[in-house]
Structures are given as C-alpha cells and as structure tokens.
C-alpha cells in the first residue's frame, strides 16, 4: 500500500532579482516607464517527478547538489507545495530537515522538548510519556534544565536529533542530519533509525554518504536535475550514479589537462628546440628556459646539450608538457600553503642526467583507453613512454605509488621483477599492469623513474609527478588503504576436533 | 476549510507552548517581570490625567484616570498584539521554512500571550475603579464577551497583516505610523460624545459620531469596555452596552476573522519559499 505517492509533480521557483521586495519599489515600479521584466526567470527544480513510497519502506534519495532532493523532501513535508502535479502523504509526517529549528536558546533543554514535540505535532501527554527516553538518548540529564544558550553546539543537536526521532512519526524525512555528534552518537543515531524501520515506519532519507543510503535504505531514487534518473535498488542505483560521477570526473580531468597543454605552446615550442636542435641554440634557449626554472631541472643542462647533439628530433606536446610541470612548480615551493587538491605537489620534481628520458605515464584501463580516474579492483596498466638518446644497455624502469600524504605504497623494478630489458634505444614504452588494482578509494601520486641496471645512475626520475584518483568499485572494502584478495572461512570447532582425532 | 480548522485544532497544544514561551522568555531575566507591561499603560495614564485636568481643565471628566485607562489597557493589548503578530511568521521563518504546522498559529499566539499580559494588566485598573469608588454592577459580565470580540477582531487584522509583510517586508514599518494614527482616531483619552453628530465637510453634511463607530470597530470594542468598566462622563454608573450596537460590533469583528483567516489561508502555503 503506498503511503506517499508523487504523481507528475514539478515544483518552479521564480528567481526575479528585482522582484519588489517592499511596497515602495511595488509603488516605484508600477510608476516606472520600465516595463515590469517579463522574462523573470524560472527555475524548475523538478520536472514531472512521480514515485510512490509503500508503508515500511525505507527510500534513499542520492544526487549531485542543486539536483531537486532537498526540494523533494521539503514538497513531502508541505513546506513548500508543488506547482503541478500532486502529492498525497498518508500519516505523521516528521521532517529532520534541520536539528533544533524550533529550540528557543532562553528556554530550558526541558522546555524545549516539549515545545520542539509540539511544532513536530504531538501532545504533551505523548511527550512527557517520551520525555525521559530523549533525555537519556541525548546524554543530557544532568544538562536538561538549564537554558539551551548555554549549550555546546553538540549538546544542542544532541538533544535536538534525540526529540525528532522520538515523535514517532509513520513517515520520517531525513536530509543529511546524520553527521552530527561525535561517533558514538552517530551510530547510536543510525541505530535508532534502524530500529524506528523494523518497526515499520517509512523512511525517506537524502545523503551524500552513498554508505548510508546503502546500509539503510533497500530502494533508490537518484535525481538529476529535476528528474528521477532512476529508482530502483539502491546497490544497484548507487552504481549507476557512482560511474556517472566517475564518468564525469574523468572527462572533467581530461578537459583540463589538455587545456594545460594546448595553453603552454610557446614554452613546448623552447623546450623542444632545447632538446632536440643545435647545442648552440640549444644552450642559448635552455639559459633563457633556466632563469625561470627549479635547480633540480639545471643540473641535466649539460646532458641534454650531448642528447640534443646526436638524438633525433621529437616532436610529442605531450612529453614536453610535462617537462613544463616542473618549471611550474618553484613558485608554489615558496608558498607554504598546500592545496587541499593536490597536497603534495610542492614535493613533485624532476632529475636525471637525461641519456634517455621519461615522456610521459599513462594509466590505462582494460580496454586501453586513457584514464585519469580509476577504481578499486578494475586492471590498470601505467604505461611508461620513453625516449633513450642514446642506447643504453640493461635499463631499470621502476616506479613508486604515495598516498596523498606522501606514504609509499610500493616500489617494484623490471630488475627486482627478474625481467629483462636486453636495451633501450628511440623511443619506447614499458608497461606496469596490476590484474586487480587494490588501492581503496582516494588521490594517490605516481613515481616513475629510469636508471641503469645497478639502481645507482638516474637517467631520468619523475618524483611524485602523475597525480591519479581512485573510487571505489566493486569492492566493497574501505577501510585502510588497500584492498588484500583474501578468503573468510568460519572454521567449526567440530571439524577441528576431527582434525585431532 | 473543515480540515484545515480541525488540523488547527489538532496543534492548539504547539498554540498553547508558543503562548508559554513568548511569556516566559519575555519575563525570564527581568526581576520586575510583568511589572514592566504595566509600566507604559500607567505612565500615559498619569500624562493624560495631568494634560486633561490640569492643562486642559475646560474638559471635566469625572475620575478620569479610570475613564483613560479603561481604554489605554485595551488598546495596548490591540497595538502590541498587531505588531508582534506582524512580523510573527517572518520573525519565525526559521521554523516555517523547515517544518510543517499551521502557519496561522504563529500570528494566533502572538495575539493570545499578548492578551495573557493585557489579563495580568487588569487587577491594577480594578484596584484603580475600587479607589476611585466607580461602582461594580452586573454589567462586568459582559467583560469577557467583549475580550473574545476584542480578539477576534485583533486575530483578523493580524492575520491579514502578517501576510502582507511576508510579500512586503514595509508593512511593519508602515504600521508603527498607522496605529498611531490609529490612536488618535479612536476615542482613548477622549470621549466620543465630544465628537460632534454631524460635520459639514466639503458641503457634505458628514454624521462624524456614527462613522468614527462603522469605520473604527477599535472605536465601537472601547465603547463597550468603558461602558462595563466606567459608566458615562456625565457620572452615570456603568451598565450593558447597547444590543443593537454590541450585535453591530460582534458581527463586524467575526467578519473581519473570517476575511483574515481566508487571505492567510489564500497565501500560506507560499511563505515556505517566500520568507
């Protein structure tokens, strides 16, 4: 039986900036020969939603921002009511849209309570029935008297979450007020919420943490704006919305990495002469280059001038913008503010003497296409590009992963790997592949490096410079930072006492 | 409309908390507590009788400080009422705009812990009446009648009102001026019987007395409290305002209820965006 049913309901809001907000400018723009601006605009925040909630059912909504959910839920509570379309909402509606909206801070938490259960819509009675069973959930007995203005802000919402969700309501609305509290109330929170489903009250639940949506709710409806994307298992849903997410981040990723490379042409254009023509010229461009470059890039000059003397010329933007990286990086070695983004960009760097150098590295996936963003589990191959100048004999290709605050995570070699790379010579590219990638969800930095055989001569060492994201996919670990294939077997104490015998 | 009454019905309790805790954090950290409500009425007391018996002494009117206060409590309880009740759902538009509840019972509540004060008000008037000896007839059974028509009358404008500043935030400006002159247009500290029965205006023969009355119900309410409380100016005790002229004011002020309560309802369900 559906408690709620949506039915083609679509919600407009009017956003007129000069919209007369006060009788004068009513009376001032009635009097102006300005016509009153027809186009004001409108925004639909839902179009044409329908979807029913049967009793008992708990329904996670999920959504990038601005995408209609918290409009839903406040078209479910009758905040605010729908342009078209109707909504129909069968028994106690309690709507934790925002802890304490009722509280008043010079009445006492006691007051409170009961005045906070009134606006939720129950009696006094039922409240003072309740009363105990919130104050203990809050942990505030001994503060229960005093004015809430006196409160810590975790106390406050404390006592706040533990008075909504003791109205028992037959229809809860939850929009993101899960965070709150320390851990311990939060999970005593999310207990409570499982407890008021098995006793059969509908739950309709806006987050962002997928986890929740998934560990609560069996059903999900992902809105995109303005429109249910799709409602169904919420496992399944979830996924859906996740590669969508994912989809999204990696082309945006894509996009902006090469709008980096396409708006450094002139630098590419010296950095190429300085490899690959003339030593004259060469040495000319790279003193130039120099006066704005990192010591760490100084220290190849000599080398390159030998590489640009007998290597044939290359011709590839990408190599060359990510020679550009570290040009880019003195200034922010300077600022000791780290970007949350990228924390440790201001460790990036570049050395070697350059007899053979590291182009670029790529993550690839199964299909070999191109990837900035990867997940957990998938295979993924670091494609290492590679241009020796010269031959060189036996080289060591090696690479590291850090986690985003600088932890190794590993550290293999072709050498240490016992597999052989007879020479190198022109152009190239070495292959890493992880068959199932156990990194958990986070930003993670690639190292990669080139050396000769003894590990000792660096021809050409990329440090911390492939920034890479993982999400999380089909694993569903996530905890630590990595994911180790393992087995779980309940072993009897039968079988062991056979074992014995 | 029966469902929206009885949903109103089903909240009188969160009316009843939200008349509690205006009172309570109003009085909660003044040592002198409601005293303070007392304060104004009585100050403008003691200003009228000294303007009208000693500054003024061409109008003589017998205890006056009873005659001006019979009228004075009342008025506050209509002014302090209709400008809380203003500014109520925006004031509250924290709590409009995350949970559902009738919204009338945010401009209702106001009206009624006002009249909670306008009630602790009233032993000082009869203190007042019992030392100036006017005498207590039967007519003070009419009192709480005339209370109920005040508030219905008062919960009417403030609805209306209250509305109106949700879309136009100068509504509450423009009617801290407009109950002033409201003020002075009702006969407070003065009695209607100084208003002449007919004026020519603009060559117009206009007859002032009855119209000060059908326009002003607030005129036609203090009426009726002097008539139960003071009597008359010529020193007659008090008796039972006139059927005709209760029935008349009773009317006008349900009516102003029910007009209220339909353009609140009109727009309510826009102040969750709106505020």
């Known amino acids: 039986m559906a408690i709620i049913e949506v039915a083609h309901v679509s919600k407009c809001f009017h956003l007129e900036p000069d919209r007369p907000r006060s009788l004068q400018e009513l009376v001032v723009g009635k009097f102006s020969r300005k016509p009153h601006p027809s186009g004001s605009k409108l925004f639909w925040a839902l179009k044409d939603v329908s979807f029913q909630v049967n009793a008992g059912e708990t329904l996670g909504i999920i959504g990038s921002n601005g995408t209609g959910k918290s409009t839903c839920l406040k078209l479910l509570a009758r905040i605010i009511e729908p342009t078209q379309g109707t909504i129909r909402v069968d028994g106690r509606v309690s709507a934790l849209l925002e ?26 009675r039922e409240m003072a029935h309740r009363f105990d069973a919130i104050v203990a959930f809050a942990e505030l007995e001994q503060f229960i008297d005093i004015p809430v203005k006196f409160y810590s802000s975790g106390m406050y919402v404390r006592l706040a979450f533990a008075t909504a969700i003791n109205v028992r309501p037959d229809i809860l609305l939850v929009d993101e007020v899960l965070a709150v509290g320390d851990q311990s109330f939060q999970d005593k929170c999310l207990e409570r919420i499982n407890a008021l489903k098995q006793r059969g009250v ?14 609560l709710s069996e059903r999900a409806l992902w809105m995109d704006e303005g429109i249910v994307q799709e409602d169904g298992v919420s496992d399944m849903v979830v996924a859906r919305y996740l590669q969508y997410v994912h989809d999204q981040d990696e082309a945006a990723a894509l996009a902006t990495r090469d709008a980096e490379r396409a708006a450094a042409p002139g630098k590419v254009a ?14 000319e461009t790279v003193a130039i280059g120099d006066a704005t470059e990192s010591n760490g890039r100084s220290k190849h000059k000599p080398a390159q001038n030998t590489a640009g003397g007998n290597g044939d010329p290359h011709s590839d933007p990408r190599s060359d913008a990510h020679e550009e990286k570290p040009t880019a990086q003195p200034p922010a070695q300077e600022q000791p503010t780290v970007d949350p983004d990228d924390p440790m960009g201001q460790y990036r760097n570049r050395w070697g003497s350059r007899e053979a150098e590291i182009l670029d590295v790529r993550f690839l996936d199964q299909k070999n296409q191109e990837r900035l963003a990867l997940t957990t589990g998938e295979r993924v191959t670091v494609a290492i590009r590679y241009y020796a100048h010269q031959r060189i004999e036996q080289p060591m290709f090696g690479l590291a992963i850090h986690r985003s605050d600088g932890l190794q995570i590993n550290g293999p070699n072709n050498i240490l790997a016992k597999y052989d790379i007879p020479y190198i010579e022109g152009e190239g590219e070495v292959h890493y592949t992880l068959d199932v990638l156990p990194l958990l969800e986070g930003t993670y930095y690639l190292t990669a490096a080139l050396y000769d055989t003894a590990g000792t001569h660096a021809y050409d060492h990329h440090a911390l410079m492939y920034r890479f ?16 294939p393992a087995r779980w077997q309940h072993v009897h104490p039968v079988i062991v006492e056979d074992a014995r015998t | 409309m029966t469902a929206r009454l009885q949903e109103l019905y089903r909240y009188r309790e969160l009316l009843e908390n939200l008349v509690v805790r205006d009172l309570k954090v109003r009085y909660k950290h003044s040592v002198l507590g409601f005293l303070w409500s007392l304060v104004n009425p009585l100050l403008l007391m003691i200003v009228f009788t000294i303007v009208f018996t000693f500054m003024l002494p061409n ?17 506050n309880f209509f002014n302090t009422a209709v400008m809380s009740a203003t500014n109520s759902i925006v004031q509250n538009g924290h709590l409009v705009k995350k949970v559902y509840f009738p919204r009338e019972i945010l401009p209702i509540s106001t009206v009624f812990s006002n009249f909670a004060n306008f009630l602790l008000a009233l032993p000082v008037l009869f203190l007042l009446i019992l030392l100036f000896r006017v005498p207590l007839t039967s007519a003070l059974l009419y009192l709480p009648l005339i209370m109920v028509v005040q508030i219905a009358f008062t919960i009417g404008i403030a609805l209306i009102l209250a509305t109106l500043n949700v879309f136009y935030r100068d509504t509450a400006v423009i009617m801290e001026v407009v109950m002033q002159a409201w003020f002075f247009l009702t006969p407070v500290f003065y009695p209607a019987d100084v208003l002449p029965v007919t004026k020519m205006i603009l060559g117009l023969e206009v007859p002032l007395r009855r ?53 609140f309802t009109r727009y309510s369900h826009r102040f969750g965006e709106e505020v």
């Open chain 2, 59 to 75: 109008m003589t009117i017998p205890k006056f400080p009873v005659f001006v206060l019979t009228a004075l409590l009342p008025w």
């Open chain 1, 99 to 124: 802890l304490g909206a009722g509280f008043h801070p010079e009445l006492t938490g006691r007051e409170n309570v009961f005045l906070n259960g009134s606006v939720l819509g129950m009696s006094r």
């Open chain 1, 469 to 484: 994201r993982v999400y999380r996919g089909n694993v569903e670990e996530r905890y630590g930072t990595v994911y180790l």
């Open chain 1, 270 to 283: 010296t950095a190429q002469l300085a490899t690959a023509t003339a030593p004259a010229v060469a040495s």
């Open chain 2, 211 to 263: 119209l000060t009355y059908i326009l002003n119900p607030m005129a036609s309410i203090i009426a009726s409290y002097r008539s139960v409380l003071y009597g008359f100016t010529d020193g007659s005790p008090p008796t039972a305002p006139g059927f005709d002229f209760f029935s008349r004011t009773i009317v006008t002020s349900l009516l102003c209820l029910v007009v209220g309560y339909l353009v």
């Open chain 1, 202 to 215: 509908t739950i309709i639940l806006v987050s962002h943490s997928l986890d929740a949506i998934r560990n």
